[in-house]
């Protein structure tokens, strides 16, 4: 599978902010393939365990995309209501979180943020946060 131009230059700048701060926010239109990118940064870091947590609905094509992208790391992709089965055996190098908008607001945690929380701190993984950016063409 080939990457787009832009998305190979999202993987490479997210890879060294990853290697600083363990962390990187990932702010991407619809349909510019936040998923693909996120894969690609894993697969770029040489990371052996991703946990990818997303909604129900795009399980099936996350694990379509790692597979095409041939990516050499063991994948969990779960929903974030089934958090709590998760393999308790596996040290998670990375934790991607889509959609993690709808993890839910400060000041006060969702179950879905604590859940998140605790295996953050469990693993201490770098983290990916994957959101949908909106492009406005407003004139004023």
Sequence with gaps: ????????????????????????????????????????????????????????????????????????????????ESLHKIPDDVKWDLIVLDEAHSMGAFPKPSKRAKDVCLIIIKNKPKVITCIIFIKLNINY
């Design 1 to 80: 599978m080939n990457l787009r131009n832009y998305q190979i230059d999202i993987i490479k700048r997210a890879c060294e902010i990853l290697k600083v701060n363990g962390f990187v926010y990932l702010a991407m239109e619809v349909r510019t393939g936040k998923t693909l990118t996120s894969l690609g940064i894993a697969d770029k870091l040489k990371l052996k365990n991703v946990l990818f947590v997303t909604k129900k609905k795009a399980i099936s094509s996350i694990e379509s995309d790692a597979k095409k992208l041939n990516a050499d790391f063991f994948l969990h992709t779960v929903n974030y």
